[in-house]
């Protein structure tokens, strides 16, 4: 039998991703016993009794106990903010996870799950700031970049979300997720080349990558070349879900409605949870005045994601617009329910719901917290698709005394006000030109399996990014003054901006 520890804290950890805990515990502390002085892998154990119903307890015990002979070793406090986290305790996960960056900052791991706990305590700012720096020290690890992309569109800095993800796919060509977001900011910034850039090192040999290429094809106008890649993709993956999605997004942006619609309800035959068809048959309802039917496809997106801010403003809104108050102010509650911060256009229809309902002590009560930019689109809103009730009457006043004076001018001229005004940024814009493309449903695994934390170990620790070695390296810069970020790619000695 071997006496070297890294053998056993091996095995552990392929049996951790087979589900099978009790022999990884086994292998586990065979290693810690062997390893000495080496507290990697009693962290190790500690952030594998974490991971089960029940021992997070004995985890926190357990690490306490090391930490008072070694109170600076990294894998200790991340296996500390591990079992604090499972154990309802996010401030003393946040306290570890601050000590690890502190004297650690080159721990990717650590300024990774310290942005996930600085989101969930609502400090999205310097999330962001950790999000970005894990992501520039390993940026080929695709949970980095997508986390850092999600900070940053949420802080409307969408040119750098943007940025990090191209760099992003340039490293992980075969991630599905990170390689469409760089497709899809090109496209949205007319930049086709930059999009043919992120799919040029994609395996076409996956669906996903030959109806991408479909798409830019399409996009470009060169319709012919775009048939004969979708004609291929019929006879390799005629029932390939991402595949079915992209090649009815290119009928929509051809109007071709009725056959994209046939291609979307065979898709969901095959994937009835499948987030982009629901969203896309969506937009072809509203296009069709089938107002039910495109609702209950967003309600249907919402309950598989219950965080999609976007999914739930734009069904707020249609609740609001066809007048369905009460529906409209309930996934508003929900939404609050869960513990998440209401997105600002939310707050306009919070408001504008209660005075539906004839509920004016409610709706003013409410009124603070609509921000200052969004006043004016309230009484749009209001004026567009209110009942004209008493109570419509008296908070159409409050916000009249509540609007600046040249937005005043605009609210009191007697024109009559479109349909077509929408909230401001309430809405998405149908996928016509850069199709969301949405992963189809996840099979529950076995509740025994586990996927390794990022980087294959237990300890989330990858072996992408070394100090001693001297690759390029990518980041992300804050400047704390100004507030600017800038994306750095470091070659040698010379840094390009």
């Known amino acids: 039998m071997s006496q070297d520890p890294e053998f056993f804290y091996t095995q552990a950890e392929r049996l951790v991703s087979d589900g099978n805990f009790a022999a990884a515990e086994l292998m586990l502390r065979q290693a810690a016993e062997l390893g000495g002085t080496n507290r990697v892998y009693v962290a190790a154990l500690a952030a594998l009794l974490s991971l089960q119903e029940g021992r997070a307890d004995e985890s926190l015990s357990l690490v306490e106990e090391q ?9 200790l406090l991340v296996a500390r903010a591990m079992a604090a986290k499972a154990t309802g305790k996010p401030e003393l996960a946040e306290e570890s996870l601050r000590q690890v960056v502190k004297t650690n900052p080159n721990h990717a791991y650590a ?3 310290l942005g996930k706990v600085l989101v969930e305590a609502g400090k999205a700012k310097e999330a962001e700031t950790h999000a970005c720096k894990a992501f520039a020290l390993v940026p080929d690890q695709p949970d980095y970049a997508l986390a850092a992309i999600e900070l940053l569109e949420q802080a409307g800095k969408s040119d750098y979300a ?6 992003g796919a340039s490293f992980c060509p075969q991630d599905m997720e990170l390689v469409q977001k760089a497709v899809e900011g090109a496209l949205a910034r007319e930049e086709p080349d930059r999009a043919w850039d992120a799919l040029q ?7 996903w990558v030959l109806g991408w290429k479909a798409t830019l094809l399409d996009h470009n106008g060169e319709t012919e070349k775009a048939d004969l890649l979708l004609e291929t993709g019929r006879e390799r993956f005629g029932d390939d879900p991402d595949f079915l ?14 056959e994209a619609l046939e291609m979307i309800e065979h898709l969901l035959m095959l994937c009835p949870t499948h987030r982009g068809a629901l969203r896309l048959r969506a937009d072809l309802s509203f296009g069709s005045q089938s107002t039910d039917e495109a609702l209950a496809d967003l309600q249907a997106m919402l309950e598989l994601d219950g965080s999609d801010a976007a999914v739930a403003v734009e069904l707020t809104s249609a609740f609001y617009r066809a007048r369905r108050y009460r529906e409209a102010l309930d996934v508003c509650l929900g939404w609050v329910e869960r513990g998440q911060v209401l997105p600002p256009q939310m707050t306009v229809y919070v408001v504008l719901s ?8 409610e709706a003013l009560e409410k009124l603070p917290n609509i921000p200052a930019d969004l006043l004016m689109a309230a009484v749009t ?6 009942c004209y009730n008493a109570a419509e009457q008296t908070l159409r006043d409050k916000l009249m005394e509540l609007l600046p004076p040249e937005e005043l001018q605009v609210a009191e001229e007697p024109e009559e006000v479109e349909e077509e005004e929408e909230v401001e940024d309430v809405e998405e814009e149908a996928p016509e030109e850069t199709p969301q493309l949405e992963e189809g449903p996840v099979e529950e695994a076995p509740k025994q399996k586990f996927e390794l934390p990022l980087g294959g170990t237990l300890l989330g620790e990858s072996p992408a990014y070394d100090e001693d070695e001297e690759d390029d390296e990518v980041w992300v810069e804050i400047d704390e003054e100004t507030g600017e970020e800038y994306v750095w790619v470091e070659e040698d000695e010379d840094e390009d901006e």
């Open 67 to 75: 930490l008072s002979l070694t109170p600076d070793e990294p894998a």
């Open 354 to 361: 209660h005075a539906g309902l004839a509920e004016p002590e």
């Open 111 to 113: 300024h990774h799950s």
């Open 381 to 386: 809103e209001l004026a567009a698709y209110g």
């Open 201 to 207: 090192e994609s395996n076409d040999e996956l669906p």
């Open 245 to 258: 999605f992209l090649e009815a997004a290119i009928f929509v942006r051809r109007q071709l409605n009725q």
């Open 162 to 167: 943007f940025e990090v993800a191209s760099i």
